[in-house]
C-alpha cells in the first residue's frame, strides 16, 4: 500500500461519489493531478468538504493501491484565493484547462507554481486577459506544445516584424499576405505580434487579442470535443448586458 503525507494542493474540481462520498481532482507539486475518494465526508460534521474547494491551499495525505486512491487526511495551508466575478470563472476555467490536459500523476512542480502564482494574481476585482494568456502560454510550453521559440536570435530568425504569418495546425507558421482576400483571416498574426506574444509583452491590446485566438487554434485539437463549462460562464453575462441594450 502507498501512503503520502502532507502534499501541498489544489482541489480542481469535486464531485459526489455514491451516497457519503466524494470525487476529488486534485493538482499537487509533487505528483501532479490524480483523483482520490474522500470517503463518508457527506454525512459527517467535519471541515473536509469546506475545504475541498477551488482555491483553497491544502496539504493533503492519501493511502491506497492502483490509480484510485483514499484520502486521509487535509488541512489548510495558508488563506484561500478569493476570486469573485470574471476573475472567478477564470479560475474555473484554469482548473478546467489542467483537469483536461495533464496526465494523472505526472509530476510539474513548476507549473503547480505558475498555477498558484496566477491565482493569486486574479484575486483582483477586474479581470485582466494577460494573466490568462501568460497562464496558457506557460501550461503548453510545459505539455510540449510551444509554437514560439525562446531564445532572441532563433525568434527573431523565425519570425519579422514587418512580416505576416499564418497559422496552419501541425505546420506551424508560414509567411502570408495581409491583403489576402481567399482565405480566412482568423488564423493570420503579424510579425509584430507573434514577437510581443513569445516575449510576453502585453502592453499592446493587439498582442493579448492574438494570443487568445493562437491558443484557440492549439487548445482545440486537444480538447476535443470536450466542452470548458467556464467560457459559458463567461458569455453569459456578455450576452445578458447586450439583451438590456
Known sequence: MKRVLLQQ??????????E????????????????????GVRKTRSNMPGLLQPFVP?????????ELMTMTYVEAYGEPKRLGGECLFAGLYLNE?????LQKWDAHTDLYRAYEKTISALQGKVLEQKILR????YLL???GYGLLPKSELSLHNMFSSEQYYRFIPEQGFVVSELDTRSQSKSNLFSGASLLAIAKE???HEESVQDAKRLIRFVLTPLLGTRPLYSRLLFKQPHEESHREE
Open 9 to 18: 494542493a489544489y482541489v480542481l474540481h469535486r464531485c459526489a461519489y455514491r
Open 20 to 39: 457519503t462520498s466524494f470525487l476529488v481532482e486534485i493538482f499537487t507539486v509533487d505528483y501532479g493531478r490524480l483523483t482520490l475518494i474522500a470517503r
Open 58 to 66: 491544502l496539504l493533503i495525505s492519501w493511502a491506497g493501491k492502483g
Open 97 to 101: 484547462l489542467l483537469t483536461a490536459l
Open 134 to 137: 501568460s497562464f496558457e502560454k
Open 141 to 143: 510550453e510545459e505539455l
Open 201 to 203: 509583452d502585453w502592453s
